[in-house]
């Protein structure tokens, strides 16, 4: 575990399908959970794929590669 100042990064660990799960906590002892979701034309399943990471962690942010499709906006909606 590294410590950064008031926040100590307790782990870190690429998911399924490149995705990355990124786990902190604070001063306080909280952990706090980032998952990091990279995608290209996924506006089929992006919408699902972020409610169910929003189930477990704090936040999701989808990172768009110049998607064609309605990707970002299904993403935005679904909370990332």
Do not use: C, K
């Not at 008031?6 to 782990?11: I, L």
């Amino acid at each position: 575990m590294q410590d950064r100042g008031s926040v100590q990064t307790a782990a870190s660990a690429p998911a399924e399908r490149g995705a990355l799960i990124h786990m902190l906590t604070s001063g306080d002892g909280e952990l706090h959970i980032s998952v990091v979701i990279p995608a290209y034309n996924e506006a089929v399943r992006i919408g699902d794929v972020v409610r169910g990471a929003l189930a477990v962690a704090d936040e999701v942010i989808v990172v768009g590669d110049g998607s064609r499709d309605d990707t970002a906006s299904i993403a935005m909606a679904a909370g990332a």
